[in-house]
């Protein structure tokens, strides 16, 4: 593998990156964005992560608009394009340019590639073939990161590491299924009667999937599906065929709210046992072949005897607002682990960090954070008084961070001796929390009917005040009414 | 070394308030509402914001504090946060981790939908807030 043109070799840095998906994409360029010397390594041996392999059945969940209102490559385009990741001219906005157009969600092999470009353009550079295989504290309360080309010795570890493990819960016999990871071709599915254990995406992905080639498909899992909830959910409508099919009352297809007691041997094939949750009885199915699709974990190999808690049952590391281990100081995480930092989850609602759309700001947020930890300030620009209520409203208006990131990243503006300043993207949670001088932060939320509005949170003496804005049916936040309810706000608070 | 964490619907299963309940209903609950794991001093309910949720706690302790004073304390098989989303008003205290805290959130919204599914949940939580009433009723004796 040595090879003299191979970057970052074992050594010294402030900060070390492992992995090459996204995540860990993202985060090395906005570390270099600000100035944060650092290395990136990657068991991989070409960029890509996950879309290297996932989803099986090809098709993202989350759009990206080709054609949009704003002009691509801006900042307001971002949230029209749910897959690029950020970059500088010339390596932004890049998933529309290799997407056919056939759908409005790239397939994994247009994903794949936007991201190969994006390490080409943006010129984010990666040790691959470099496995990550443990780690320990150094005598300064750094971090040893050993791999297989050597040891990394480093300030802060950053873990773009994918929630990729296969996850299966306790289920007797559950070593006679398949996991999602190892369904096969669909149409070696043909004339199979096929249980699929879940009812999150990746089971209704399978599902879909196999409907042209199974003959009998049963979903089963103990949560029933609860459309109402969708506008909160990562759950795609465009999945949902087999649930339509089957309340519909069609033949073959069948969604059951059962908990699953067991998976056994029964004449030459399978049977899963399960006991009904919105209903009462017990219930056996029959079937040629049955998948696991009950989800991933992060594979955090030797971190948790580092100290680092997990979260949704041991799946994934416990994070505060800056993606740092809330039991393991100085041990970050980025990509979709980062929905391990879970927000205020005000009515519930948590962020949309399990996919680009939403972790591509979370590294951004994450690698400000570092920079500062290591004496790195970025600037904070003045704002003017007068200048304050259009700039807040235009963030609500059309700031992608806030749009997709809703009640979890807001906008700060904080008074200073000088005057106003810009503290620009901040974790909700940290503002609320954190204290500080006085300032004012906006985000968009979403109520329990799905109803999206903007918030306007006040710092004043360290004590927080919340006002909750009004909605508007095509979300149009920069009007005169808004305008004088916020000002109304800053001028209670003598802003 | 932290050993492998029992799985959720286990830890559920062992609490008081889901005594009654079938393995099969215990994992419907897990696979329905999250848990949420917060650091020692991370702040989960706010005075006066709106949006909380019930908290029911699997491991460690929260903390009830108003004016900066603690008022309380709740352990594991404890809930907080049901003054405000029964009665639909903000939150007149903060509650924080006093360790590293674990529960299962119920999101305000869907507390009545659950507590009607699963009448016995109800039932034991009546309990338990007799038992705080009775506590307070004492002390003020």
């Known amino acids: 593998m040595e090879n003299v043109d191979r970057p970052f070799p074992p050594g010294q840095y402030d900060v070390v990156v492992v992995g090459s998906g996204p995540g860990g994409l993202q985060t090395s360029h906005c570390l270099t964005q600000l100035g944060v010397e650092h290395a990136v390594i990657s068991q991989d041996e070409a960029p890509g992560g996950m879309f290297r392999r996932f989803p099986i059945f090809e098709r993202l969940i989350s759009w990206t608009k080709p054609d949009a209102p704003v002009e691509r490559g801006t900042r307001e385009y971002e949230w029209y394009d749910h897959n690029s990741l950020l970059g500088d001219a010339g390596a932004q906005a890049l998933a529309p340019e290799f997407m056919d157009r056939s759908f409005d969600v790239p397939s994994r092999a247009e994903m794949e590639a936007a991201l190969v470009a994006f390490t080409e353009r943006a010129g984010v550079q990666v040790r691959y073939g470099c496995r990550w295989t443990g780690t320990r504290r150094d005598d300064d309360g750094g971090f040893v990161l050993e791999t297989d080309d050597g040891e990394y010795a480093c300030r802060f570890a950053v873990f773009a590491i994918g929630v990729t493990q296969p996850w299966v819960p306790s289920i007797r016999g559950s070593e006679l299924a398949a996991h999602y990871v190892e369904t096969r071709p669909a149409s070696s599915y043909r004339d199979k009667r096929v249980v699929i254990i879940g009812k999150r995406n990746s089971a209704f992905e399978v599902g879909n999937g196999l409907l042209p080639w199974a003959k009998e498909l049963t979903l089963v899992s103990p949560r029933p599906v609860q459309l109402e909830l969708l506008p909160q959910s990562p759950l795609r409508l465009r999945y949902l065929q087999p649930y339509e099919e089957y309340v519909r009352g069609g033949a073959g297809t069948f969604v059951v709210d059962a908990a699953i007691e067991q998976i056994e041997r029964s004449n030459g094939g399978l049977r899963v046992v399960a006991e009904g949750t919105t209903w009462p009885g017990r219930l056996e199915f029959d079937a040629d072949d049955v998948i696991l699709a009950t989800g991933f974990k992060a594979p955090l190999q030797d971190l948790r005897e580092l100290g680092v808690t997990t979260v949704l049952n041991d799946r994934i590391p416990a994070l505060n607002p800056f993606f740092e281990s809330i039991s393991a100081p100085g041990l970050f995480f980025a990509g979709n682990i980062t929905a391990g930092s879970r927000g205020i989850r005000k009515h519930g609602v948590g962020p949309n960090s399990t996919s680009v759309n939403g972790f591509r700001y979370n590294a951004r947020v994450l690698a400000e954070h570092v920079a500062e930890r290591l004496g790195i300030e970025r600037p904070r620009p003045s704002v003017d008084r007068a200048d304050v209520v259009p700039f807040l409203l235009r963030e609500l208006s059309c700031a992608p961070e806030l749009w997709i990131q809703k009640t979890f990243l807001g906008r700060v503006v904080s008074v200073t001796d000088g005057g106003l300043r810009d503290e620009g993207i901040v974790p909700l949670e940290h503002f609320l929390d954190a204290g500080g001088p006085d300032a004012v932060c906006v985000a968009i939320e979403m109520d329990p009917k799905a109803v999206i509005y903007p918030a306007v949170y006040v710092r004043r003496g360290g004590r927080i005040t919340e006002h909750e804005l009004p909605t508007h049916p095509v979300h149009a936040f920069r009007g005169s009414e808004y305008a004088r309810e916020v000002e109304a706000i800053l001028a209670a608070a003598r802003f | ?141």
Not at chain 2, 82 to 106: F, K, M, S, W, Y
């Open chain 2, 1 to 141: 070394m932290e050993q492998p964490r029992p799985d959720i619907v286990d830890s559920l299963a062992r609490l008081t308030l889901f005594a009654d309940l079938t393995n099969a209903q215990i994992e419907a609950i897990a696979h329905r509402f999250d848990e949420e794991v917060f650091a020692e001093g991370q702040r989960i309910l706010r005075t006066g914001l709106s949006g909380a949720g019930l908290y029911l706690i699997i491991e460690g302790e929260a903390l009830i504090r108003i004016d900066g004073q603690v008022r309380a304390r709740f352990g594991p098989g404890e809930f907080f946060g049901e003054i405000g989303v029964l009665l639909g008003e903000l939150p007149n205290a903060d509650v924080e981790a006093a360790t590293l805290l674990r529960c299962l959130e119920i999101p305000g919204a869907e507390v009545e939908p659950f507590l009607v599914e699963f009448p016995r949940v109800m039932y034991r939580m009546l309990q338990s807030e007799a038992r705080r009433l009775r506590t307070t009723t004492e002390w003020k004796t």
